[in-house]
C-alpha cells in the first residue's frame, strides 16, 4: 500500500534529499530558537537547504537576521499546534497549522525529512494520516538516541513512546528498523539488536517477549543483524548491543528515567564542586574536561526522536530544545536525508515482512498463528 | 488468613524487634563479607543481635575473627541456594539451605526480619512458601530506595520485580504498603503517592492505570498518604513525590537503567578528571567534595529490596553487594524491625481492604467489578 505522491520537483533545484523540511513553531522557546539552530546546521552543512513553515511575517525578520534567507523558503501557515491540544483535535483542526503544512511538503516530496518541536501526540497522528504507515507495519515506533559506551557513543532504543502498547510482530518490527536506523544514521554496518527484558535468561519475562525472542532470532540474517538476545535496563547504555527493542509504554519510562537519573546527578556534581573554594578550584582546573563530559551526557545533544515505520521520516525534536539541540536534530534528519533512508528502510520491512508469512505459513509454528490471526 | 506460628521465645532473652536473621551464604562474594558487613552494622547498633545462618563450621571462625561471637547465634545450614537455580528447583530442594533456614527464623518469631544476598527469584518463592501472603495482598512486592531530590535522600519505588504483571487491584495494595514502607523505613508520616506512566494528564496510559488512578485516589485517606496522580520516569529521583507505584516489568527495567545510567556518569567523570595534569589536580583539590558525591549514589548504599506484602519482612541484599552494601541492608532492616513495620504493614493493608470491598459492594462502580471478579 503506498500513498499517491505528488512528483512536485525539490524546491528551488536542490536534490530533495539535502532539503529538509522544518517547523517553526510550536516548540517551548519559539521560532526564534528554531531559527537560530536552523542557522547553526546550515553553516556546518553548506549543501544544506530547508523549508520553513511558520506564520512568514513572523519568519521572515528571523531568516534575514541569520543572513539565512537564500537558503531557506518560507511556507506561510497561519496556525500552531499547542502542546495541550488532544492527537484528535490537531487532526480535525490542524490543516492551516505550521506542523500539518511541514509533513505535507515530505509528502511531497519537496523534503526528505520533516523536523519539529510541537506536541508528539499530534506530530504521530498527523503525520500517520498524511504519510501513512509503511508496507508490513502495524505499529510505527519512535527511535532515539541512548548515550552509550559503544564507539558512536550512542545506542537506539525504540520504541520510545509512539504506542503504549507492543505485541511481538510489533517487536519484531521494531528490531527491523531499528537495525536499518543503526546502519543509516549511525554507520554501524551489522548492528547488535537485543529484546529489553526483567532478566536474560530465556524463561524470563511475558508471554509476548518469549515469542518476540524467536522471532527476531529467526529474521537477522533477513534484517541483516546480529541478535543478542534478551537485554536489561542496565544494558541501555552498554557495549553489547546497538539496538534496543521494547514496547513504547517501557521504553519511555526508560528513557525519562535514563534523563532524570543524568539530571540529578550533573545537579549533585555542581553542587559539589561548588561546595568550598578547594573544590571550586579543583573545578576550574578540570574544567575543559568537566564540560567534555558535560557535552557528552548533555540531553540537548541526543536531541530527535525519529518515527520509524511510515513512508516518510519525521524527526520530533524536544520541545523544551534550545538552539543546540535544534541543530542537533537538523543533522540528525540530514544524515538520513543523505543516506536515503526512508526508501530503505521500507524496503528492508516489506521484504522481511513478506518472507517472514512465507517463513510461517511453511512450517505452521506458534508465530505463523499470531501473524496470520491479524 | 494467618499462617500458624511458633511461639518461640526471642534468642537469648533479646526482644525479637531487635533481632535480625542474616543467610550469610549465597552472595557472590561469600560469607567472609557477610559476617564483615554484619560486624560494621552491630558496631553501629549496640542493642543488636543476629541470627546467622549456614556451614557452622566455615561461619564460627568468621565470627570469632571479628570477635562478634556474643551478638551472634550461628543456626547450622549445610546447604547453599545458587544464583543459577531457578525458583520450582529451590522450593523442591531447598529445605536444608542456609536461605530456608533465614526465613524459618522470622516465622517462628526468634527474628524480626530476614535478610540475604541469594537469588531473588529463590527467596521471593520461599518467602511467599513460608510466610504467606499477608491478608488483603494478590500480589506481594520488592520496594526498592531511589536516590532523589527530597530531604531524606531518598524515594521509595514499587513493584521492583517481584512479579511482572500488576492489574489495578494490586497497583492499589502496593500503594498502600509503599507509604507504610515510606513512613517506617524512611520516618515521613505523610508520603506523597505517585503512580507511574508515560504522561501526567489523566487520559494517558494503559487501562488499568486509569482504574488504578482513581482507586489509589479514593484510598489516600485511608492509607494516610497524599496522592499525587500520575508521575513520568523523570520523576522517580524528584522531591514531588515520595513512593513512586508501577508494575514490576517497568519498575525492574527502570531501576536497572538508572543505575546503569549512574554507573555510566561514574566511569565518564572518573575518565574526565584523569584526562589530563590539570583535571587530576583539580580532581585532587575537589576530592572530598567527590567522594561525598560518589557515596551519594553509590548503588551499594542504597541496597535493600524490601519484600513487602507477606506476614513478616524479608529483605533482598545485591549479589554482588559488598561489606558496605550488607551493612546497608542490615541497617534497613533494623529500623523495620525496631519499629513493629510487618504488623503496622498488615493491619493498613487488611483494614483498606475490607473498607475498598464494602465501598465497591456499595457504590457498584467499575473497581467493584473488578474486585469482586477476583
Redesign the interface.
Given at each position: 500500500m503506498t500513498t499517491p505522491q505528488t512528483d512536485t520537483a525539490p524546491t528551488q533545484g536542490h536534490a530533495a534529499n539535502q532539503v529538509l523540511s522544518v517547523d517553526a513553531m510550536g516548540g517551548d522557546k519559539g521560532p526564534a530558537t528554531v531559527v537560530a539552530g536552523l542557522s547553526a546546521f546550515l553553516r556546518d552543512r553548506p549543501a544544506a537547504h530547508a523549508i520553513l513553515h511558520g506564520p512568514k511575517a513572523e519568519l521572515e525578520p528571523l531568516v534575514a537576521k541569520h543572513g539565512i534567507a537564500e537558503r531557506v523558503t518560507i511556507h506561510d501557515a497561519a496556525d500552531v499546534v499547542k502542546m495541550t491540544d488532544?492527537p484528535s483535535h490537531v487532526l480535525r483542526n490542524g490543516k492551516t497549522t505550521s506542523m500539518w503544512s511541514a509533513i505535507e511538503a515530505v509528502r511531497n516530496r519537496q523534503a526528505a525529512v520533516a523536523i519539529s518541536c510541537g506536541n508528539t501526540g499530534g506530530l504521530m497522528a498527523m503525520s500517520m494520516l498524511r504519510l501513512r504507515k509503511a508496507e508490513g507495519v502495524n505499529r510505527p515506533a519512535i527511535a532515539c538516541l541512548w548515550?552509550?559506551?559503544n564507539p558512536s557513543g550512542f545506542n537506539v532504543m525504540l520504541d520510545a513512546?509512539a504506542d503504549?502498547?507492543a505485541d511481538q510482530d510489533d517487536l519484531l518490527t521494531y528490531a527491523l528498523m531499528g537495525a536499518s536506523y543503526a546502519r543509516n544514521g549511525l554507520d554501524i554496518a551489522r548492528p547488535r539488536v537485543g529484546l529489553?527484558n526483567?532478566g536474560t535468561e530465556e524463561?524470563k519475562?511475558?508471554a509476548e517477549l518469549k515469542v518476540a525472542h524467536e522471532l527476531i532470532g529467526n529474521a537477522a540474517i533477513i534484517g541483516d543483524f546480529d541478535y543478542v538476545g534478551f537485554v536489561?535496563?542496565?544494558?541501555?547504555?552498554?557495549n553489547k548491543v546497538d539496538v534496543i527493542v521494547?514496547d513504547?509504554?517501557?521504553g519511555?519510562?526508560?528513557?525519562?528515567?535514563?534523563?532524570?537519573?543524568?539530571?540529578?546527578?550533573s545537579?549533585?556534581?555542581r553542587?559539589?564542586?561548588m561546595?568550598?573554594p578547594?573544590?571550586m578550584?579543583?573545578?576550574?582546573?578540570?574544567?575543559?574536561?568537566?564540560r567534555?563530559?558535560r557535552k557528552?551526557?548533555d540531553p540537548r545533544r541526543v536531541n530527535g526522536g525519529v518515527f520509524l515505520g511510515l513512508n516518510q521520516t519525521v524527526i520530533k525534536s524536544h520541545g523544551g530544545a534550545d538552539e543546540t539541540g535544534v541543530a542537533a536534530a537538523l543533522h540528525l534528519a540530514y544524515r538520513l536525508a543523505e543516506s536515503g533512508f526512508s526508501d530503505k528502510l521500507a524496503a528492508r520491512v516489506a521484504s522481511a515482512a513478506s518472507l517472514a508469512q512465507d517463513a510461517s505459513t511453511a512450517s505452521g509454528t506458534d508465530s505463523s498463528e499470531t501473524k496470520t490471526g491479524k
Open positions: 488532544k548515550p552509550s559506551r513512546g503504549i502498547r529489553l526483567v524463561h519475562g511475558r536489561e535496563g542496565g544494558d541501555l547504555p552498554s521494547t513504547g509504554f517501557t519511555n519510562v526508560a528513557l525519562k528515567t535514563g534523563e532524570g537519573t543524568a539530571t540529578l546527578i545537579e549533585l556534581l553542587g559539589a564542586l561546595k568550598n578547594w573544590s578550584f579543583g573545578a576550574v582546573l578540570a574544567g575543559g574536561s568537566l567534555a563530559l557528552r551526557i
